[in-house]
């Protein structure tokens, strides 16, 4: 039981490159979540999915796209990587998505040149 | 938005001493979350609040949701090296799909 797998754990883009980060669960939660963690300002909500089949925008989703490609994965992509998404990018789970615990990856650290 | 203001942002301490941190919000509450995150790894969940004034403890760790439903304090007794880590709590309002996270808490022990 691996709880939440994130891939790759670190990459370094240039300006202007895309990629997609990787996301897995093997607790059969519901709804997923994308995260960045910056110095001082905590952990912020990119983008969730409350259940398979819907996403939403979270409190900073511009520059960012996601796909909830079934249960198990949740994947956000850069399309053009800009320098002030350097930052520790995290995935989460949840049972339900009201009133139910995250459980994290280890993160994905990314650096924007 | 909501925010969670954090405090402290930061601490040093000796190995054994207690450990006290505190969120405040300007909306009220109905869960308080308490994650750890150790170095290279993500936060994990310590302790969970639900109901005004509950105090919960997981082994030297202590919890407490705040009875205005603003705040909620994590306190940590005779502190160890593992310790070591940032703490986050992280809030939800009645009603809200999402969960608000203060900026962090910092803690280094020296032996």
């Known amino acids: 039981n691996a709880g939440v797998t994130q891939t790759p754990k670190f990459q370094v883009l240039k300006t202007g490159q895309s990629m997609t980060l990787q996301c897995a669960q093997d607790?059969?939660?519901?709804?997923m979540y994308w995260y960045r963690q910056d110095p001082g300002m905590g952990l912020r909500l990119i983008y969730y999915s409350a259940s398979e089949g819907t996403t939403d925008k979270g409190e900073v989703p511009n520059g960012y796209n996601v796909s909830r490609l079934n249960k198990r994965e949740f994947s956000l992509r850069l399309e053009s990587a800009a320098p002030s998404q350097t930052s520790v990018y995290f995935c989460a789970s949840s049972v339900l998505f009201n009133n139910s615990p995250l459980h994290f990856g280890n993160g994905t650290r990314l650096t924007v040149t | 938005g909501q925010q969670l203001n954090q405090s402290p942002q930061s601490m040093f301490i000796q190995e054994g001493e207690d450990v006290s941190m505190n969120c405040t919000s300007s909306s009220i509450f109905n869960t308080w979350l308490w994650y750890k995150q150790d170095p290279g790894e993500g936060p994990v969940l310590l302790i969970a609040l639900y109901k005004a004034g509950e105090l919960t403890s997981n082994g030297r760790l202590t919890a407490q949701f705040g009875i205005t439903r603003k705040d909620s304090f994590l306190n940590i007794s005779a502190s160890i090296p593992s310790d070591v880590g940032i703490y986050f709590c992280a809030g939800q309002t009645l009603g809200a799909q999402k969960l608000v996270f203060g900026q962090g808490t910092r803690l280094t022990i020296n032996p």
């Open positions: 607790m059969n939660h519901n709804s």
